[in-house]
């Protein structure tokens, strides 16, 4: 199965800041089938970004995703106070899904 | 407006089984595949089975298999989790999502709140 290695564990940062989040694959990633996911404390995850770069529904433009191959990177271009959560990637280009072990996203 | 609700999570001791349910309104179940995804406390992400959109076809994490049983009764627009045999290890929140797209390879756009499942003698 593949394998997401997500970077940095945790990211501090304050409201306003840009953050980059990383996603790393231990192999390429079918037709970038890579999606990222915001979760709050006692709260679903929410999808906002499949196929490497395509918004979902309602998420705001600040929000953008990149990357082809083995290395996606999502970027929230300025920090809203709700944005303070943990992020996940998700591959499902191969059987069995899998995700990324997350990416906290802390204030500063 | 779609929504998918889980019940019958709880505390359980070890070897003893649970029915986890999910109740789908706003969408009609029988057009995707369904999965069940958990969540250790304080943990990532793991799925844990998968049932294609005419209970056909069944999906299973290896650290599930031969234990849990997926279902379907889409007359009811229900999901089901039978967990069997439960160990510690299966604590977890347990949530239903659905792929975007109805099959297998999709990133899941909606799911339910959760329901904690604790196995603790």
């Known amino acids: 199965e593949i394998v997401l290695t997500q970077s940095p564990g945790t990211l501090s940062l304050s409201p306003g800041e840009r953050a980059t989040l990383s996603c790393r694959a231990s192999e390429s990633v079918s037709s970038n089938y890579l999606a990222w996911y915001q979760q709050k404390p006692g709260q679903a995850p929410r999808l906002l970004v499949y196929?490497?770069?395509s918004r979902a529904t309602g998420i705001p433009d600040r929000f953008s995703g990149s990357g082809s191959g083995t290395d996606f990177t999502l970027i929230i271009s300025r920090l809203e106070p709700e944005d303070f959560a943990v992020y996940y990637c998700?591959?499902?280009?191969?059987?069995?899904?899998?995700f990324g072990q997350g990416t906290k996203l802390e204030i500063k | 407006q779609v929504q998918l609700v889980e019940s019958g999570g709880g505390v359980v001791q070890p070897g003893r089984s649970l029915r986890l349910s999910c109740a789908a309104s706003g969408v009609t179940l029988s057009n995707y595949a369904m999965y069940w995804i958990r969540q250790a406390p304080g943990k990532g992400l793991e799925w844990v089975a998968i049932?294609?959109?005419?209970?056909?076809?069944?999906y299973y994490a290896d650290s599930v298999r031969g234990r849990f049983t997926i279902s379907r009764d889409n007359s009811k627009n229900t999901l089901y989790l039978q967990m069997n045999s439960l160990r510690a290890e299966d604590t977890a929140v347990y949530y239903c999502?659905?792929?975007?797209?109805?099959?297998?390879?999709?990133?899941?756009?909606?799911w339910g709140q959760g329901t904690l499942v604790t196995v603790s003698s």
């Open positions: 196929g490497a770069s």
């Open positions: 999502a659905r792929p975007k797209t109805g099959n297998y390879q999709s990133p899941f756009d909606f």
């Open positions: 049932i294609s959109y005419d209970g056909l076809n069944k």
């Open positions: 998700q591959q499902y280009g191969s059987s069995p899904v899998t």
